[in-house]
């Protein structure tokens, strides 16, 4: 059988949205080993690279940003090891939030190297093939 698809600008601005990146890797894959099936266009090319960043800053400030542990002083209710134990993982979290905002830092920079999406959906729109 031979099958088309169109996939929609949304869609692959929709990997920057999604949560797992099992899935996320997975249908990658799948649009990698099946780019002469893909219908696309300097279009939707030019969509997606229009509002990429867009997509990432605004993940990044929804999602990213909002984890806000707060005053988590709740020492009359807990023991000073529960407390210390709060703090060393509120420290901890920051940390994390601070490599993470690196990581997209360094996707917006420089896609091709660190934009495993980008990559994927570059090599698709550069694929010369009867439907793109």
């Not at 692959?12 to 949205?17: I, P, S």
């Not at 806000?68 to 090891?81: A, E, K, Q, Y």
């Not at 997209?104 to 959906?121: E, H, Q, S, T, W």
Request: glycine share 2%; net charge positive; hydrophobic share 35%.
């Amino acid at each position: 059988m031979n099958t088309l698809i169109f996939i929609d600008t949304n869609i692959f601005l929709d990997f920057y949205r999604m949560g797992n990146k099992k899935i996320r890797m997975s249908l990658l894959e799948k649009i990698n080993n099946n780019q002469d099936k893909i219908i696309t266009s300097n279009q939707v090319e030019m969509e997606y690279k229009k509002n990429r960043q867009h997509t990432i800053y605004d993940f990044l400030n929804n999602r990213i940003k909002k984890i806000d542990l707060g005053d988590m002083s709740i020492d009359v209710f807990t023991s000073n090891r529960i407390s210390k134990a709060i703090s060393k993982r509120k420290i901890e979290i920051k940390t994390l939030q601070e490599k993470l905002n690196e990581k997209i830092i360094a996707m917006l920079k420089n896609p091709l190297r660190y934009d495993p999406v980008y990559k994927a959906l570059n090599k698709l729109f550069k694929n010369k093939c009867e439907y793109n």
